[in-house]
C-alpha cells in the first residue's frame, strides 16, 4: 500500500518493521474489516490496553509518557470525569428536548470564561461538527459564503468542512469559495506579522470580492496548530478580525486545539489575541475523553439562524456528555490547570529550548503553555525542514518510550502537547528521550 497523504510523515507502512503474531494480525483485520482510509501512528504501531494520568500502557505492561494528547487534557482516565459519566449514566441518558439542569451548568460555566458579549452555547459531537455549523450560522448571518484560511490550516472531516481544511492534502479540492493567506509566523517572515497577516486577508476578501463571493468568515486555529504552531507576538490577530468585519464576514474563533488552559496564560487562544470572536468553537479536551464539542456565538450572530432553522443533533448535548464537560470545568479551575500549564509549560519550553545549545538540527523553539513546537532543520541558517529526521526523531522517542508527533506544512516541526497536569519531573523525562534521539 502507498500512502501518499499528509500524514505520513508519521504513519505505519506495512512491511517496514516486524510485528509479532497478534500485532500483524491485528493489522491485517484492520485492513480487512475498516478498509484502506485508516491509519496507525509510528513505524511500529502501538497496541494500548490501559491508560492512568499522563502514562499509557501497552499490551506488555510497558508505561509510554503521553506528550501528545489534548483530548484527555486532564489525564487519561481522570477519576472525577469517570466519576461523573459514571454516576450520570446509571441515572439518566437523554437528550436536549427535554429539561435538564445539567445543560445549564455547562453553559454557564462555558460563557463564565469569555466576555459577556457572547451569550449562546450550541452543542454538537465533533470539532468538525461544531465548524460545520459555525459556517451554517455565518451564511446565514452574512448572506455571504466565502471562507478565509491560512494555508496549512485543519477544521475537521465533514464534507464542506474538509473543503477549507488544506491538510488533507491534494485529493481533498479546497472549495472555489475557499481563499487561503500565509500562516503568520513571526520567526520566519520577520517583524511586522500583525500588518501582514492583516494584508494578507485584506488582500483575501478583496480576491473573494472580485470573483464575486461575498466574504462569510475568517477562521482560524488561535494557536495555528497544523499550520506549525504560531503563538508570537500575542495580539497579531486583531488588524484581520477587523478587516473580515468590515468587509461583512464575521470572525471565527477554532478552540479546538488552544482551549480549555493549555495556552497557560488564558483558558481560551483568542484571548491572548486580545479579540472577542463573533463564534468560538470548541472540541477535543471538553470532555476529556468523552465526545462532546460545540460553540459559544453573540446573540445577533445566531438569531437569524436561530429563527429560521430547527437545531437538533441527536447525541450532542446528551446528559452524560454533558456531566463529563461540567467535570472538566470544575477541576481546571479546582485545580489550577491553567497555572500549570503555564508554569510547567514555561519549563518545558526553556528546556527545549536549552537543547539546541547541543543539537545543530534543532531549529526555531516556541511555545505558549503546554504546547510547545521545535523546528528540525538541515540548516538553522536557510531553516529549510529536514523531514526525514523529524519523523526519525519522532520514532525513535516512541522506541524509547515518549509519545510526540510531527506537524506544519514540511512536516518537520514536533508537535509537544501534553495533557496539562504534566508536572516538572515529566519533562526531565521527556527531554532526556529527546535529548538522546536528537544525539542519535
Ligand atoms: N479544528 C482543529 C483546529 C482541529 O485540530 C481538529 C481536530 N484535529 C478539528 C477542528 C476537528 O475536530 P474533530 O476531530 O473532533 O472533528
Redesign the pocket.
Known sequence: MTIQDNSSVNAFIPGQVQLDAHEANMVAMRDRLLGPAYRLMYQKPLHFVRGEGVWLYDASGRPFLDTYNNVVSLGHCHPDVVEAITRQVATLCTNTRYLHETILELADGLLSTVSSELSHMMLT???????DLAYRIAKVRTGGTGIIITET?????TDT?SQF?PTLGPAVNLGAHVRTVPAPAAYRSGPNVAERFQRDVETAIADLMRHGIRPAMLIV?SIF??DGILPEEPGFLKGAVDAIREAGGIFVA????PGFGRTGSHMWGFQRHDVTPDIV?L??PMGNGQ?I?GLLARHDIVEKFGNSARYFNTFAGNTVSCAAAVAVLKVIQRDQIKDNARDVGAYLLEKVDALRARHECLGHVRGAGLFVAADIVSDRETQAGDRVRTAQIVNDMRENGVLISACGADHNILKIRPPLIFSRENVDLFVDVLDRALER
Open positions: 459531537c465533533s470539532g468538525s461538527e461544531a465548524n490550516a485543519y477544521h475537521g472531516i468542512v481544511s486555529d496548530t497544523s477554532d478552540e479546538v486545539q468553537t472540541g477535543k465526545p464539542a
